[in-house]
């Protein structure tokens, strides 16, 4: 419990969200000891996210585990702060060195139902509403997906675009939580990534959005990769 209390859990969004994405996970994990804050993305491009991220890792003090879900992958993907001992993607994308979000996201087919993305006039894409429902939590309550619609945030299509740079995977151990039943971004291509970072991989029944859909899910991949490099 005492490593726990010292260890900070840094979650980042995804597109079309905010921290309340993961208010779920965040009280699973602080009523297990874990201190955890929830770093501000502004998904207006990736090295602005990056940004944000460091923003945040500056404001806490001892070792960290940075987790995302979905775009906020490639943000954990900066994490290089000595700090950080784990890195944890859920249901996320991982782009390697000199690739884009964009090339990942669309490395495999689409689902049926997955949605007609496309930026609006000021190069921000927004999720259609139905889409919450039929792709970006299908198993979540209608209170959930009201929410989800309520605070929807768009992303840039800046975020999508930009080349990453050496990510901090290479040289940190990660775990990778792979939604089989993701209609957003295909399980071949979370497999594909997963195990190109070498991750610890669990593959779960879950939606794209386990955060709410099955947050102990989420809770226990964080846990696993704490007490893994933490002890």
């Not at 905010?18 to 090295?47: C, H, M, Y």
């Not at 404001?59 to 960290?64: A, E, H, K, S, V």
């Not at 964009?102 to 999720?127: C, N, Q, T």
């Amino acid at each position: 419990m005492s490593a726990r209390k010292n260890t900070t859990v840094v979650v980042i969004h995804g597109a079309w969200a905010d921290g309340s994405s993961w208010e779920p996970v965040i009280r699973r994990l602080q009523k297990e000891g874990f201190n955890v804050v929830a770093a501000p993305i502004p998904l207006t491009s990736l090295s602005d996210d990056a940004a944000a991220l460091h923003r945040t890792i500056a404001r806490t003090q001892g070792p960290l585990i940075v987790a995302g879900h979905a775009y906020a992958g490639a943000v954990v993907g900066t994490a290089n702060d000595e700090r950080v001992k784990a890195l944890v993607f859920v249901a996320a994308l991982a782009p390697d060195e000199g690739e884009t979000v964009a090339e990942v996201f669309y490395r495999d087919a689409s689902h049926p139902k997955a949605p007609k993305l496309a930026p609006d006039a000021d190069g921000f894409i927004w999720m259609p509403d139905e889409s919450f429902t039929e792709a970006f939590a299908q198993n979540a309550t209608r209170d959930q997906i009201a929410l989800c619609r309520a605070v929807q945030r768009p992303i840039s299509l800046r975020c999508i675009q930009e080349r990453v740079g050496a990510p901090a995977w290479k040289t940190k151990p990660a775990w990778y939580l792979l939604a089989e039943e993701d209609r957003m971004i295909n399980p071949k291509t979370q497999r594909f990534m997963a195990e190109r970072m070498k991750a610890t991989i669990r593959s779960s029944a879950v939606d794209h959005t386990p955060l709410l859909t099955a947050p102990d899910k989420a809770a226990e991949i964080i846990r696993d990769a704490a007490q893994a490099t933490l002890g």
